[in-house]
Nanobody, 126 residues
Framework: EVQLVESGGGLVQAGGSLRLTCTAS????????MAWFRQAPGKEREGVSC????????SYADSVKGRFTISRDNSKNTLYLQMNSLEPEDTAVYYC???????????????????WGQGTQVTVLS
């Protein structure tokens, strides 16, 4: 059974930082690109960042460029999202996903998701 388990969400003041972690099991982790998505209340789920299987390639939604950093440790089957300079607009449920292959355009990430995590809430207070 494939499991993607996110952790690290919580409450933070605007300008603060959080690091999300996604631990994968039941799949060949380094065969997949990985991505972070988020969904705010009343909005569609949107791609935040994607990273290739080796970690050498990554891309970001324009709204988080320069503030968020995606990384992965294949030896630990773990994906990370370092979020700095958080804004109230970043408030959402954040989801980890295994993606069939890496593409740079965030418009294509969702259609290539093979597995989803259950999500972790991030709330940024103004």
């Amino acid at each position: 059974e494939v499991q993607l388990v996110e952790s690290g969400g919580g409450l933070v003041q605007a300008g603060g930082s959080l690091r999300l972690t996604c631990t994968a099991s039941g799949l060949p982790f380094d065969d997949y690109a990985m991505a972070w998505f988020r969904q705010a209340p009343g909005k569609e789920r949107e791609g935040v960042s994607c990273i290739g299987w080796s970690g050498d390639s990554s891309s970001y939604a324009d709204s988080v460029k320069g503030r968020f950093t995606i990384s992965r440790d294949n030896s630990k089957n773990t994906l990370y999202l370092q979020m700095n300079s958080l804004e109230p607009e970043d408030t959402a449920v954040y989801y980890c996903a295994a993606v069939s292959f890496y593409v740079e355009s965030n418009d294509l990430w969702k259609s290539n998701v093979a597995y989803w995590g259950q999500g972790t809430q991030v709330t940024v207070l103004s």
